[in-house]
Structure formats: structure tokens, C-alpha cells
């Protein structure tokens, strides 16, 4: 989906798609895809030029990694999650089949809203479990001997930040199993759904900073396992719609 211009605002994709006989035409690039140099099969969003409807444009599109005309441009060097690629697509008069169209011609843009619920979902239990990883390593580093001999959990204010810190994370993990047991239901939880991506991945960023303020030095060191942490929680507000537009989408349904 994502493109250099075309992030979270999906009716800004300028990917195109053009029928010509039995065969469709793509060209446009996509950016920051997940797994896109290890991939062997992409699903690619494109638009149709001739529909002005933006939401009724987009199609998706099954490219195969051989096909002529697509091209993996480079992996991109991240500042977090480092162990998964991350890359640019080029799509150059790339012809595919007409049969390599997934679902209904102008379906792309409701399919992708209705996984992209699901994958938001994921992104809050992404960030909770981060959190909560975050919170287990403090701990443990926090109950550890400083070069002086002594504990830093002896401190009052250490104590209290460490219970603020579990308290989140526990209410957190309460709403966020109570969510997934609503979303196997089937029940409508887009409002719950857009509230736990905001909230989870705003809570990893803030146990994180907050942990390493705790930390002091040990939380300057590379040896730190926070310190990694800290970087790879910072892209989880901005994937999979930021978390700005969740607050959109939230107001919008509550009527605002």
C-alpha cells in the first residue's frame, strides 16, 4: 500500500493499473514494505486512472518476484527492528495476467480497511507485549547492585514509577484480551480496535523512556537490552495508520 506520497491516506495512491486485452499494467513504486526483498509473492494496491472515485478505484494485484518490470529497490536501513527487511518496489509497465486480480475490480479499497482492522489490532498486542518486556527487564535491572553497593528499588520514587509502569500494563493487557475475545466473536470493534492501536504503542514508547530514565547510565549502553527497545517500539505509532489517524477514525465514530 504505502508509497513516498501515500501513507495512512490511501485515496492519495498514484500506483496505477490499466487493462490492456488479458493483461493489466502496472507502474508506480511502493515504500517501507515489510518483507518486500525476502518476498517471492506481493499484493500490490493500484489504482485505475480512468475512475475518479478514489475508494472505488483501487484493486489489488497478485505480482509474482520474476515478472518483468518489477523490480525490489534497496533494503532500507531502519532505526529499529533491524532483524526484518524493509524495502522499495518498482513496478515498470510490470504486465501481469487479468486473472492475477484479487477479488472484485475496485473491492481493494474496503478489503484493505477490513484487514487493516485485523492488522491494527495486532500492531496494540505488538505494543502491549513490548511494554511489558520492557517492564520485565527493568525490574530486573532495577534489582540489581549499583557500583555503590546498592539497590535502586530501595528508592521510593524508583518503587512508585515501577507500580505506575505495571499498573498500565496490566489495564492494558485486561482491555486487550477482553478485544481479542470480541474480535473472534465478531463482534464490530473498530472504535476499541483504533483505541488499543493508539494507546498500546503509545504505552511501549512511554515504558520505554520512562525505563531508561530509571536506568541512567546502564540505560546509555548498547549492552542495555532497552536501549534496542527503545528504537524498535518507535515505528509503531506511524505503521499500519498513525496514530493520529486512529484518533480520527475514533472521533468520526463518536460523531465529531
Not at 10 to 18: C, D, F, N, R
Amino acid at each position: 500500500m504505502t508509497e513516498p506520497d501515500a501513507g495512512s491516506d490511501l485515496a492519495s495512491m498514484k500506483t496505477t493499473a490499466v487493462a490492456e486485452g488479458d493483461e493489466i499494467i502496472l507502474n508506480g513504486s511502493k515504500t517501507f514494505i515489510s518483507n518486500g526483498i525476502n518476498s517471492d509473492l506481493v499484493i500490490v494496491a493500484a489504482r485505475d486512472p480512468l475512475i475518479e472515485n478514489p475508494h472505488q478505484a483501487i484493486s489489488l494485484y497478485l505480482v509474482e518476484s520474476e515478472t518483468p518490470g518489477f523490480q525490489k529497490g534497496r533494503q532500507l536501513n531502519k532505526m529499529g527492528l533491524k532483524s526484518q527487511d524493509t524495502s522499495e518496489l518498482f513496478f515498470n509497465n510490470c504486465r501481469i495476467p487479468k486473472t492475477n486480480q484479487l477479488g472484485e475490480k475496485g473491492s481493494g479499497f474496503i478489503m484493505l480497511m477490513e484487514k487493516l482492522q485485523q492488522e491494527r489490532l495486532v500492531c496494540a498486542v505488538m505494543g502491549l507485549a513490548a511494554a511489558e518486556k520492557i517492564l520485565n527487564s527493568t525490574l530486573t535491572l532495577c534489582q540489581e547492585k549499583n557500583n555503590a553497593g546498592n539497590f535502586h528499588t530501595k528508592s521510593q520514587v524508583v518503587q512508585f514509577t515501577l507500580v505506575e509502569m505495571a499498573t498500565e500494563v496490566k489495564m492494558g493487557r485486561t482491555f486487550l484480551d477482553k478485544l481479542i475475545a470480541d474480535h473472534m466473536e465478531g463482534q464490530n470493534v473498530v472504535i476499541e480496535t483504533s483505541m488499543a492501536k493508539y494507546w498500546a504503542t503509545d504505552l511501549a514508547r512511554k515504558t520505554a523512556e520512562t525505563s531508561l530514565n530509571l536506568l541512567g547510565e546502564i540505560g546509555t549502553l548498547e549492552k542495555c537490552p532497552v536501549v534496542k527497545d527503545f528504537r524498535d517500539v518507535r515505528v509503531m505509532s506511524i505503521f499500519a495508520g498513525t496514530n493520529e489517524i486512529m484518533k480520527g477514525i475514533i472521533a468520526k465514530c463518536m460523531g465529531l
